[in-house]
């Protein structure tokens, strides 16, 4: 994760912030009947660690792919999808050494499917519905809502209220889970705002 990390500027925070949201839908979605026996404490616990792992394949992503200021060409674009196989294959990896190990296997799921869409139109297997694995769906609400309120080279943040919107707009076309999302936006707000870049900066300083 720490070198993941070191690739970019803004990627510290982010993998601190959807940990975050992983861990609050994943609580919700625990207590919902049609969840309720699906997601315990283990899954809650395994989520909320293996969350910042969903992006560690981009230490194998060329720096000027990865900090291109303006639009990816289409070739470039294949090279940046390559991050989730790269991912979940180096994780794959470790797991030969611990094969029992749970944790990994969440993150494993995270890293291979956190750019898939409900409607099969995601990458890099093309899976929908409930054929995503449920961690990756969660993960991938979580990246949408922090990828669209964060600055970036090519973009300007957008407002809570602007994201919430968009994320509306998706659901059931790239994004599911979106019910529970929008009964606890305000939760997610919050979790922006308190792990923004200046205040841990400060924190780190103190």
């Known amino acids: 994760m720490k070198l993941t990390e070191s690739r970019d500027d803004y990627t510290g925070k ?18 919902t009947k049609e969840y309720k026996g699906y997601v315990d404490q283990d899954f809650v616990d395994h989520i909320h660690m293996a969350a910042p792992l969903h992006d560690i394949g981009k230490v194998g992503i060329p720096d000027r792919i990865l900090l291109k200021p303006g639009k990816l060409s289409e070739e470039e674009f294949e090279v940046m999808k390559s991050h989730t196989t790269i991912g979940a294959n180096t994780l794959l990896e470790v797991k030969k050494k611990y094969p029992e190990n749970m944790l990994l296997d969440m993150g494993i799921s995270i890293a291979h499917y956190h750019h898939e869409k409900w409607n099969g139109s995601g990458y890099p297997e093309g899976l929908s ?77 103190i």
């Not at 982010?14 to 207590?31: N, S």
């Open 14 to 31: 982010h993998i601190e912030r959807v940990a975050e949201y992983c861990k609050l839908l994943a609580e919700k979605l625990g207590e």
């Open 129 to 205: 519905g409930r054929d995503i694995p449920l961690e990756a769906r969660i993960m991938a609400l979580a990246d949408a809502y922090d990828a669209l309120r964060s600055k970036r080279v090519y973009k300007e943040p957008l407002s809570h209220e602007k994201t919430v919107d968009i994320i509306k707009k998706d659901s059931g076309s790239h994004l599911d889970i979106v019910n529970i999302f929008l009964q606890n936006e305000d939760e997610f707000r919050k979790i922006y705002e308190f792990y923004q870049e200046d205040h841990c900066a400060l924190e780190t300083a």
